[in-house]
């Protein structure tokens, strides 16, 4: 092996005992690398600067402050996860959110030992401080589960009285952000944070800079609230939104979602119709026999009073004298009462909804 760097070696428990706080930050940069037979560079440093980092961390909390939060970039996960260590029972929880944007998630345990630190401080306004390191992160890493679950606690933690509608308006700023990396994590935000987000996410469909994100975000929250909303977004001018909001009415399989959707697959645009049928069948045919029952009872039953009134049927009339039907024409009226309605399919129920409106008409 050959020695890259013939620095000597600090003595930390000496620089300790002195409570030499510049000869600790010092050994807290020591690095010895040597390169093995391989060519693999290893660093002997790491101890030296694990150990230094502790101290520090033993000498009161302002002690080499700068260099314990520097720390935490350090390129060892072992010193790394020391600065976690001391900025913890400093309470420090600003560093410790900031560093969440590039501690390292697939190795190591300092970024683990930062959100459990974070969730045993549970500061006020923490949940701030950790969305804003977890959205604005560089580069396109989602957010972990972990991420997303401390997010909740520390919004549920907090004790002040307009946390929650804070933090879902920096959420929904968030979700106008032209980078999709950014406007991904705070649609995964809004979701965990639901049902105190819904209405923040509903005025966004309404009026915001992303209404086919809160669409979706809608649909992915399954809130009932959300139906009429959705319902008019269905006519907006914007077709993703048009999509978006078919796509979460069939998330939401509300009954009476059918007419609007039924009415979106007569959409120009060839999308917003592929997604409404889509959006029918994830609805089920309980629920859309349900809501073509809303929809057409009432006009056949108009049509029915209609024909009474104009025709004089019923009890009593010419008609009453009548043969009752043959039975092989019975049995067909009884078959076709009994026929699953999920076997007309969305333009099955397109065309009955046609017939009765225009027997509605014909009674007229």
């Known amino acids: 092996m050959k020695l890259l760097n013939r620095n000597r070696k600090p003595d930390v428990s000496a620089l300790a005992e002195r409570q ?9 940069s020591f690095k010895d690398p040597l390169r093995d037979y391989d060519g693999r560079v290893i660093d002997r440093g790491v101890e030296i600067r694990e150990q230094a980092v502790l101290a520090l961390g033993e000498l009161g909390d302002e002690a080499g402050n700068g260099t314990v939060t520097g720390a935490l970039r350090d390129p060892s996960d072992r010193v790394r996860s020391a600065a976690v260590r001391v900025l913890y029972r400093r309470g420090e929880v600003a560093p410790l959110a900031q560093a969440l944007s590039w501690l390292p998630e697939e190795s190591g345990s300092s970024r683990a030992l930062a959100l459990r630190a974070l969730l045993e401080l549970k500061q006020a306004g923490t949940a701030q401080r950790v969305i804003r390191a977890l959205l604005w992160a560089p580069g396109e890493r989602p957010l972990a589960d972990l991420d997303s679950a401390l997010v909740h606690t520390l919004v549920q933690a907090d004790t002040r009285a307009d946390v929650a509608n804070e933090v879902v308006d920096e959420l929904l700023t968030a ?3 032209d980078r999709s990396e950014v406007a991904d994590r705070a649609e995964e935000l809004l979701v965990r944070l639901a049902p105190a987000s819904v209405q923040g996410v509903i005025a966004e469909l309404e009026g915001g800079r992303a209404p086919e994100r809160a669409a979706a975000v809608l649909g992915r929250i399954g809130d009932t609230r959300a139906l009429h909303p959705l319902v008019e977004a269905l006519e907006h001018r914007d077709i993703s939104v048009r999509i978006e909001a078919a796509s979460a009415l069939g998330d939401l399989r509300e009954p009476a979602a059918v007419e609007p959707l039924l009415r979106a697959t007569r959409d120009h645009n060839i999308d917003v119709r592929a997604q409404a049928g889509q959006a029918l069948d994830c609805l089920g045919t309980a629920a859309v ?17 209609s024909a009474v009134q104009v025709h004089g049927l019923g ?12 039975p092989e024409i019975a049995q067909e009226r009884t078959a076709q009462a009994d026929r699953p309605v999920g076997l007309l399919g969305v333009g099955g129920f397109q065309d009955a909804l046609e017939e009765a409106r225009a027997a509605d008409q014909a009674s007229q």
């Open 315 to 326: 009890g009593g009339g010419e008609d009453a004298d009548r043969d009752p039907p043959a």
């Open 20 to 28: 030499d706080v510049e000869g600790l930050t010092s050994a807290a």
């Open 175 to 177: 979700l106008g952000d």
């Open 289 to 305: 026999v349900v809501g073509m029952s809303a929809v057409v009872g009432p006009m056949i039953a108009e049509a029915v009073s």
